[in-house]
């Protein structure tokens, strides 16, 4: 049922666990620093305690640290008076939330019946072996996580692939990595360029040759 | 704008808009809906202000953006006016001609006119396109004349007539009436009659609660995306009738996460309706209060579900509950509700505006009025269509969606997203209308309709949903959770060539299980896309088990790629998308395909211009 979750299990423990730096969390692990939390205490300050409230706080934390840190749903509880483990079930039952970081990068590659039908399992594959990923989830340095979703209503231009905010139309296997590119690190795509000039020397070498 | 204190003061204010626009003025519209929108629409609108400003025609000339039209397929779209001159596929290169031609007196830019592809003739105006001249447009006809983020626009359209008309005229008991008389059926896909629905939850004690169902969760369908983006006001001024007739004072619009420029405008639509008096307390002036609040969806697909929506707009998870009570009798925070679909509102200003009997001629004798479809899949002019109840797939096909690209063979058309079914196309004649369809063994459903060609395989397609839908179960009723599970564990087990025809006895007895036993109707229907295409395409399925072989060529474990010598001219475009280098063969010379090494992804074949590349299937796979 659950997107986003990366296929790890989420353990929660007091001490938070280390991850690599990313977008929103400052401190480089999942120990929250105090200006997060007082960024997260603000989010929370917003709403008034009644439960109907918690999807959209989830909501507002989530579009904030691009996941839902362990110690805000704890405060949330905390506020909304509800056991932790109804936040943990609502946190995890809808597609939105993910309860570990995500990339900088998402990449949402709809799998609509349209955009099935035009051939967007094979798109799906080849970004995630561009990306040197088994399944959905996030790339080792964080700055892409694939998404898959049902349908982002632009049928009529399938199959399409939504990064960020920008939909990408008419997709096919041989422009996915323009498309990532696109979206690398510079320093990334510089590499990526050179290796490609490479295998293009090689390829003229050997006409040549 | 100091708030309308009655209807008279909206009148005037209406008459006063009507006066001070020209309506010689020329105007430049842009389609801004989110197909065109990806399609670079926005760098349209930037370069003709671009091309504008620079001839100084800022000032004479208007530019606007628009709600979505509906031929997605050709965006980014937009219409010159006052000659109502239609543009397809523009780019911002083209701003300077298209400014350039309205200032000189309106020549049409022949190159940017859409082509009749049977003719070959240039067409210049909307309504004479193929794909327009057989639509009847009820709902969607003004989103592409109106900004839906100006709420002048939609007034000047002779918008909030219906509820000035409502709120000055007719009580309460007369609206539901009219509802009734007109025949309109809920628009989400189950078709209960709205009227009815109402009168049930005026009988139950207030305070009630009204919800606009905007979680559109059907791939393939996006019709409430389109008219939330494109006009926003229609719906609001649905709900605030609906509001008054069943003495409501607090309204919800759930809308799915995935449609973030309809929340943004349907936002911007409730604040200025509120800032006009046309919600809030005191309605022109009539003592009547409503407020909407907007509430975003997380991503859930049985969310669409009336009663799973509830308990999601309470904050909980999006958990089916069995009916009754119907959400007419006990529905948000236990009250008395009335849930309706995004389309279902957008349709009352329209009854009240016209009259029930209007709309009740429109349609067949038991579905009244239009419905709105998406078209889309291997069709060649995709979007959305709206049409009078009643019409036949074949005219929906190839009269309004210009029949299948490159020739190919239709095979079947997906009604109703993944509760609908598969209908061969050999039922091409059917009229479609709610009992039809249900007899054919599909359903309404939202609207969506998915077109597959020869080259679909309908055994994937089955699993495709199958797949969605074990995805998508919430799990709370073992017959849905398990049900799917195990008919995707079984259908991806044909797929792969290893199926047993007693897997279809199999299938069968599932789907009918699943169909008594499920809590709510995602489980009860999950089994149609099954249960239809083995009615109509067993063969397929046969194919798969008994001789390894799929006929479309789609399913990987059952074919392969293999490049005919004779047409390869060694242009290596294969070589560099492969993605397992199983590609042999230097630059200039034929190339071979290594069968142990292809992952069968198939973008060779996508490349290749010659199209030497083929997909094969059958007993070769074996010798792989």
Known sequence: MQAGLDGRVLTFTKAGFAAPACRGTGGGTLVMTETELQQADSILGQFDDRRANLIAILQDIQAHFYYLPEDVLRRLARKLRIPLTDVYQVATFYRCFSLVP?????????????????????????????????????TRDRQFTVLTVRCVGCCGLAPVVRVDNKTHPHLTQAKVRGVLNKYRLKRQSQEEVASAEEAGDRDATAQVG | MPRLKSVEELESLRAELRAARDPKRPCLTVCAGSGCTAAGAHDVLAGLRRALAKHGLQDAIDVKSTGCHGFCERGPLMIVWPEGTFYNQVTANDAAAIVASVSNGHVPVEKLLYRDPVSGKRVIREEEVPFYARQQRVLFGNNGRIDPKDIKDYLHVGGYAALARVLSTMSPEQIVDAVTRSGLRGRGGAGFPTGLKWKLCRENPAPRYLICNGDEGDPGAFMDRSLLEGNPHSVAEGMIIGAFALGVQEAYVYVRAEYPLACEHLRAAIDQAEEYGLLGDDILGTGMKLRIHLVKG???????????????????????????????????????????????WASVPVIINWGPDWYAGIGTEKSKGTMVFSLVGKINNTGLVEVPMGITLREMIYDIGGGIPGGKALKAIQIGGPSGGCIPADLIDLPIDYERLTEAGSMMGSGGMVVMDETTCMVDIARYFMEFLEDESCGQCFPCRKGTQRMRQILTRICAGNGTEDDLLLLEDLGWLMKQASLCALGQTAANPVLTTLRYFRDEYLAHIRERRCPAKVCRELIFYEIEPTLCDGCHACVRVCAGDAILGEKEAIHTIDRAKCTRCGACLEVCQPRAVRAGTGELVCRN
């Open chain 2, 298 to 344: 997380a991503g859930a697909f049985v969310c669409g579900e009336e009663t799973a929506l509830i308990a999601s707009l309470e904050g909980r998870v999006g958990e089916p509950h069995p009916r009754p009570p119907y959400p007419a009798q006990k529905g948000l925070w236990g009250r008395p509700t009335v849930i309706n679909n995004v389309k279902t």
């Open chain 1, 102 to 138: 995500r990339g900088r990068h998402q990449v949402q590659v709809c799998l609509g019946t349209a955009c099935h039908v035009r051939g967007a399992p094979r798109v799906l594959d080849r970004i995630l072996t561009d990306l040197k990923l088994g399944a959905p989830g996030t």
